[in-house]
């Protein structure tokens, strides 16, 4: 069956768009999600996002990386998911979204620039890093939390020249971090008396491979280098390959939103075809 969907990315994070309000998306199986996904023989992306109805919030979102697996929450998706329901209609500027972690605020601050509330899990899973595994002298562990998905956070010093896949995909895949897996963020800081800003790379489970951005990895990443640093400022600036992210947080970090730019590519219709 035939269906429309928009592709948009944020900061290079790219995904696929379906309105699905009307629950007409064909089939949810993780191998159909995973072919549409593809480079070279289906659409393209890091992963799906469904735009469905709610009754706690102005829409719903499901998120299904690109191995064709749902996940609780991504932060960038959840940004060009809020900027396609925008242009549909669904919101204007100010609104709610439900996603896996729960009901989040929401706001189309100015053209292509969305911002987003992040939720930071502080108490439910105590592991930390596993001691097995021997880290390069220039990385150090940093902290496992999860804003929405579980993230690893490392402070690396040679940033540009970490063998991130090597180390990332190890660590992804760990027993530690069985069941579901780790995300693995790789840091560095660029900080003064005032302000702190960071450079931040990240092997993304279930895209399995670097992600130009990864929103909840540059909100878990500020996290814990705000803990640890304490700033003056509340508002962080995250460089990832794709472009810059802000991260604004509470002292409590009780409140903590992401922004940043947004890019609508193009509209089509998906045909699938049987091949004789």
């Not at 007409?24 to 469905?52: M, N, W, Y």
């Not at 302000?195 to 878990?220: N, P, W, Y």
Request: charge should be negative; proline fraction near 3%; include cysteine.
């Amino acid at each position: 069956m035939p269906f429309d969907f928009f592709k948009i990315h944020g900061t290079g994070n790219d995904f696929i768009v379906v309105d699905n309000r009307e629950n007409a998306f064909p089939r949810k199986t993780p191998s159909f999600v995973k072919s549409i996904c593809q480079v070279h023989t289906g659409i393209g992306a890091d992963g799906l996002l469904l735009l469905e109805k709610s009754s706690l919030a102005h829409y719903r979102m499901r998120y299904f990386n690109s191995d064709g697996y749902e996940a609780e929450m991504c932060v960038n998706g959840s940004r060009c998911c809020s900027y396609i329901a925008h242009i549909l209609g669904v919101i204007e500027n100010k609104h709610t979204f439900e996603a896996g972690d729960g009901v989040h605020f929401g706001e189309i601050l100015d053209k292509n620039w969305v911002k987003v509330e992040v939720k930071f899990n502080k108490a439910d899973d105590l592991r930390t890093f596993p001691v097995d595994f021997k880290l390069q002298n220039s990385i150090s562990f940093m902290d496992f939390l999860n804003t929405g998905v579980p993230h690893l956070v490392l402070s690396c010093d040679n940033i540009d020249s970490v063998p991130l896949e090597d180390i990332g995909k190890k660590l992804r895949f760990h027993d530690y971090y069985a069941p579901e897996g780790t995300n693995v963020n790789f840091v560095k800081a660029m900080e003064n008396r005032n302000a702190i800003s960071l450079k931040v790379r990240t092997f993304e489970r279930g895209v399995d491979a670097e992600t130009l951005s990864c929103g909840s990895g540059a909100t878990a990443s500020a996290i814990s280098f705000y803990k640890r640093l304490k700033p003056d400022s509340n508002r962080i600036e995250v460089e990832t390959k794709g472009g810059i992210l802000f991260i604004t947080l509470s002292k409590s970090l009780e409140t903590i939103f992401l922004e940043g730019p947004v890019k609508f590519i193009f509209k089509g219709t998906y045909i699938e075809e049987d091949i004789q």
